[in-house]
């Protein structure tokens, strides 16, 4: 008798199409199977998370299987293997899950995960405003390199005319000074002042939105842009995917989004 395998189904392709892939054991690839191999079971009563008992084949086209059968849903599989997925799918859930801040509608959270997005990516120096008192003031400011951006951030599709002042006080604030000085919150929930050097930095003025990233306007050397939240996505994104991504592309990247 052949030796059989117990697993999952871990993916399955769209209604109408015949195949799909049962999660592997080991550290190779997993299973591909096809209508053919499912041993009288319909298509349509397979779901990802079914577990399922198959004879392996190895040949020169990957790994597929002969026997598929469903098993019941109390059937134990061992947890250890069950949870254990590859890199490239713990890659792609990070990056899957990162991009859900397009679902978030509190203010408070997008400004929570904008803020996380902005850490990811290896920017080190930056700051996150005392929210307790920050009424008309940005949100957050950070340096990386030779750029320092001061970011506010809204899910108002319509923000330009409700946030004019706002925009003229961070000008005015980047373009006055040699350095800039706010609270940040500790870990602790107490406040603290920071102070930091901008002397002959790039200066840039965000307010990241859902919408699409341009340049609004350029005061005095100073770029106010809309940056879209989906562009910081992709920048991490490929940040995370690409070994080589070092500072001073992602410095070259940020510093020309909307451009």
């Known amino acids: 008798m052949k030796s059989q395998i117990k697993s999952i189904i871990n993916d399955k392709n769209n209604p109408g199409e015949y195949y799909g892939f049962i999660r592997t054991m080991d550290e190779g690839n997993d299973y591909y199977f096809r209508k053919s191999d499912l041993n009288d079971i319909p298509l349509d009563k397979l779901t990802i998370g079914d577990k399922v008992e198959f004879e392996p084949v190895e040949n020169s086209d990957g790994r597929s299987v002969n026997n598929l059968k469903l098993l019941n849903e109390n059937v134990v599989i061992d947890e250890k293997n069950e949870n254990n997925i590859s890199f490239s799918d713990y890659e792609k859930n990070i990056i899957t899950n990162i991009k859900k801040i397009t679902d978030i509608n509190n203010y408070n959270d997008f400004e929570d995960g904008v803020y996380l997005i902005l850490k990811?990516?290896?920017?080190?120096?930056l700051f996150q405003f005392d929210r307790?008192?920050?009424?008309?003031?940005?949100d957050g400011f950070f340096i990386i390199e030779n750029m320092a951006v001061?970011?506010?951030?809204t899910l108002h599709q319509n923000f330009e005319s409700?946030?004019?002042e706002q925009i003229e006080n961070y000008i005015n604030k980047l373009s006055q000074k040699s350095?800039?000085?706010?609270?940040i919150q500790k870990l602790d929930g107490s406040n603290?002042?920071?102070?930091?050097?901008i002397s002959g930095k790039t200066k840039q003025v965000w307010i990241i939105t859902q919408g699409e990233s341009k340049e609004l306007r350029d005061f005095d050397s100073i770029k106010i842009?809309?940056?879209s939240i989906h562009d910081l996505m992709n920048t991490l994104s490929k940040r995370i995917k690409d070994p080589t991504y070092d500072v001073e592309?992602?410095?070259n990247d940020l510093m020309f989004i909307g451009k």
């Open 162 to 164: 409700f946030k004019e």
């Open 120 to 125: 990811l990516m290896g920017i080190h120096k």
């Open 179 to 183: 350095q800039i000085t706010f609270d």
């Open 150 to 153: 001061m970011y506010d951030c």
């Open 225 to 227: 842009k809309e940056i």
């Open 192 to 197: 603290a002042s920071k102070t930091l050097q």
């Open 132 to 138: 307790n008192s920050q009424a008309g003031k940005a």
């Open 249 to 251: 592309r992602l410095v």
